[in-house]
């Protein structure tokens, strides 16, 4: 039976979409950038729109690559570095992005905090749980601001997906399955290769789609992961794709499906796969069962960032079964999530705020993607311990 619901109903689930604005007053923020590939253009383009805002410093491994990369987006006076420690030691910094390839994240965020520099540390926050908790040590004892790359967290109709939880809508939640992921679409360079990346699609976009049910839920700790990885389609020239599938396909060392069956906290059972590329068109929507009412999320072609279109909810109303759509959320703000990741991290590094994307519960999703890992290494469930910080 479907049940149309009144406009007062649907109001309980509707967010205000507003445009902040932010004037500049005072001393520019230095910024430096660590790893200029793919990822660090977004970082420079939101960085660009803020007035209070300067880049002076860029440190990547390769000789010229930062110094184009900086010629392309027309920055001046820019410092440039061969290593992380070398631009940290020669530079007064407020605060860095790093924007390298997995392996180094742990090693580039503990120096950049240790020597009193708040970060914005691109996803995944790690490869493994033993360096997310270095990274996490490093942090609390210099007492700066570390916040986590996902900017999705920043979407409405995500935020959506949290406040309808906490409305208690749906009661108590037992159940979630989440996932998705590409038909086709493995990344190239850095992120294909252990000794780069270390994880696959797990890290990649694995991590989004475990935050976004996660994070709706209060981020309950895991206790037990059963886990299974695989890499079909990443070594087979034929399904790889790209301009060179054969020296890809022999490159390949990571995962492009990863699969979890995970308990978490408070008897909830999490349901969890992603995929770089796979024989459908789709794993499945994302849905959270809950002892009043149950909610359907769209999956998306690839993640973007949002749901994949409006957002179900079945639940009883009166004695009938019913069901409540709850419309996309259209943005009218001018700046993107990006823009919207970077100025709260900016925000909160400067004013003495929160972290928007604490390491306090990106360290629980690496936890599970960790698990995951070394499950299908052994081959059979394995129990979850995130040590004390």
């Not at 990863?258 to 995929?275: K, M, S």
């Not at 709260?344 to 004013?351: E, K, R, V, Y």
Request: charged letters at 25%.
């Amino acid at each position: 039976m479907e049940f149309k619901m009144s406009d007062a109903v649907l109001s309980q689930f509707t967010q205000k979409v507003s445009d902040e604005i932010k004037k500049f007053t005072g001393k520019k923020i230095r910024v430096g950038i660590i790893g200029t590939g793919w990822i660090a253009e977004a970082h420079i383009e939101s960085y660009k729109q803020m007035d209070d805002v300067e880049i002076v410093a860029a440190a990547d491994l390769i000789p010229g690559k930062a110094e184009a990369f900086m010629e392309r987006y027309g920055v001046r006076g820019v410092h440039f570095y061969p290593s992380h420690k070398e631009m940290i030691d020669n530079e007064e910094l407020d605060c860095v992005s790093v924007c390298t390839y997995n392996r180094t994240h742990a090693v580039c965020t503990i120096y950049a905090l240790e020597h009193g520099v708040n970060v914005l540390l691109e996803k995944p926050f790690t490869v493994t749980l033993e360096e997310a908790v270095e990274v996490c040590k490093a942090e609390k004892k210099s007492g700066k601001l570390l916040s986590i790359g996902f900017q999705p967290r920043f979407d409405e109709n995500m935020r959506m997906i949290k406040k309808i939880v906490d409305s208690g809508a749906l009661g108590k939640i037992y159940y979630i399955q989440t996932g998705g992921g590409r038909r086709r679409g493995i990344p190239r360079s850095t992120f294909i290769e252990d000794k780069t990346a270390g994880i696959g699609a797990l890290g990649d976009i694995g991590c989004y789609s475990l935050d976004m049910v996660l994070n709706a839920i209060g981020y309950p700790k895991p206790l037990t992961v059963s886990g299974y990885v695989s890499d079909y389609f990443g070594k087979n020239p034929k399904t790889i794709g790209g301009d060179k599938p054969e020296f890809d396909a022999a490159r390949f060392s990571v995962d492009d499906f990863g699969a979890g069956f995970i308990r978490l906290e408070g008897g909830i059972i999490l349901d969890f796969r992603i995929a770089w590329a796979m024989n459908i068109n789709t794993p499945g929507d994302t849905i959270i069962l809950g002892t009043e009412g149950g909610l359907r999320i769209p999956s998306t072609n690839c993640w973007n960032g949002t749901v994949g279109g409006p957002m179900t909810i079945y639940h009883q109303v009166a004695g009938a079964q019913v069901e409540t759509t709850i419309p996309i959320i259209q943005s009218r703000d001018s700046h993107d999530l990006f823009y919207h990741k970077v100025r709260s991290f900016l925000d909160a590094s400067m004013n003495g705020g929160k972290s928007p994307v604490p390491s306090s519960q990106i360290i629980i999703n690496q936890a599970i993607i960790d698990g995951i890992v070394k499950s299908n290494k052994l081959g059979h469930e394995i129990e979850v311990e995130i040590p004390e910080i």
